[in-house]
C-alpha cells in the first residue's frame, strides 16, 4: 500500500504563531525610566494606578526605579545587568585558582 504525500494533505503542516512565541522582557532606557518616574511624581492621589496602566507597568518596576534612583542617582537607572550575580567575587576565585595550581599549600 503505498503511503500518502504531504502534496495530498498541505493543510497539515503546523507553522509556529509568533503571537505564541515566549515574550522577552521589555528594556527601558535611562530616559523612559526618568519620564514614568516624573509622572508618578505628579500624580494625585488615585492617578497612579492609571498611569500604570498607560504605561503598562505594575507597581514593583516603580519602585524599584525610585529606589535606584534615590541611592544611585540617574547612574544607578542605567546600570542593570541581567541575570544571576556571580557567587564568588574576583579576589576569590583568584585565591580558589591559586590553591588548585599548589595543591601542596593548605589555606589557614
Known amino acids: 500500500m503505498p503511503t500518502p504525500t504531504n502534496d495530498a494533505f498541505p493543510d497539515t503542516q503546523v507553522l ?3 503571537m505564541l512565541e515566549k515574550r ?3 528594556p527601558f532606557s535611562t530616559e523612559s525610566k526618568l519620564r514614568v518616574i516624573a509622572a ?11 498611569l500604570l496602566r498607560r504605561e503598562k507597568l505594575y507597581n514593583n518596576p516603580l519602585q524599584t526605579w525610585r529606589k535606584q534612583l534615590s541611592e544611585g542617582g540617574e547612574q544607578a537607572l542605567s546600570n542593570s545587568a541581567p541575570g544571576p550575580r556571580a557567587k564568588l567575587t574576583p579576589e576569590q576565585r583568584a585565591l580558589e585558582s591559586d590553591a588548585v595550581t599548589r595543591p601542596g599549600r593548605r589555606a589557614n
Do not use: M
Not at 508618578?40 to 492609571?50: D, I, N, P, T, V
Open 40 to 50: 508618578a511624581e505628579q500624580c494625585k492621589h488615585g492617578e497612579l494606578g492609571a
Open 24 to 26: 522577552s522582557r521589555r
Open 16 to 18: 509556529p504563531d509568533p
